[in-house]
C-alpha cells in the first residue's frame, strides 16, 4: 500500500526556516511527480511548490525565492526547504503523489496525499 509521511512542521517566528520532508513508501515505479499544497483555517487547499518526476519544478508565485522543493529518488523522499517564512506561509502542509510524469497544482490530479504537517509562523 502507497503511503507518504510528512515531518519537519513546527512553530516559527516570522523570518525563520524550516525544512519538511515527505517519505514515499510502497510504490516501486520511478515515474510520479509530486507537490506540496498547504491549506490555512477557513481556506481551500492550495498548491506550493511541485516537481516532475525527473526534476522540473514550479512554485506558485507566493513563495517564489523562499520556498526550494527537491526530491532523493533513491530515498523515495520529498523535501520543502522554507526560508523567511511570513505569518501567510501557516497552515497544515500536504504532500501529494500523482502517477505521471508532470506535476501540476490541481490537487484532484493527486491520488494519494500525506497527513499533514503543520507549520505556524509567528
Known amino acids: 500500500q502507497v503511503q507518504l509521511v510528512e515531518s519537519g512542521g513546527g512553530s516559527v517566528q516570522a523570518g525563520g526556516s524550516l525544512r519538511l520532508s515527505c517519505k514515499v513508501s510502497g510504490y516501486t515505479y520511478r515515474t510520479y511527480s509530486l507537490a506540496w499544497f498547504r491549506q490555512a483555517p477557513g481556506k481551500a487547499r492550495e498548491g506550493v511548490a511541485a516537481?516532475?518526476?525527473?526534476?522540473?519544478?514550479t512554485y506558485d508565485d507566493s513563495v517564489k525565492g523562499r520556498f526550494t522543493i527537491s526530491r532523493d529518488n533513491a530515498k523515495q523522499t520529498l523535501y520543502l526547504q522554507m526560508d523567511n517564512l511570513k505569518p501567510e506561509d501557516t497552515g497544515m502542509y500536504y504532500c501529494?503523489?500523482?502517477?505521471?510524469?508532470?506535476?501540476?497544482?490541481?490537487?484532484?490530479?493527486?491520488?494519494?496525499w500525506g497527513q499533514g504537517t503543520q507549520v505556524t509562523v509567528s
Open positions: 516537481i516532475d518526476s525527473d526534476g522540473p519544478v
Open positions: 501529494a503523489a500523482r502517477w505521471q510524469y508532470f506535476c501540476t497544482f490541481t490537487k484532484d490530479d493527486y491520488t494519494r
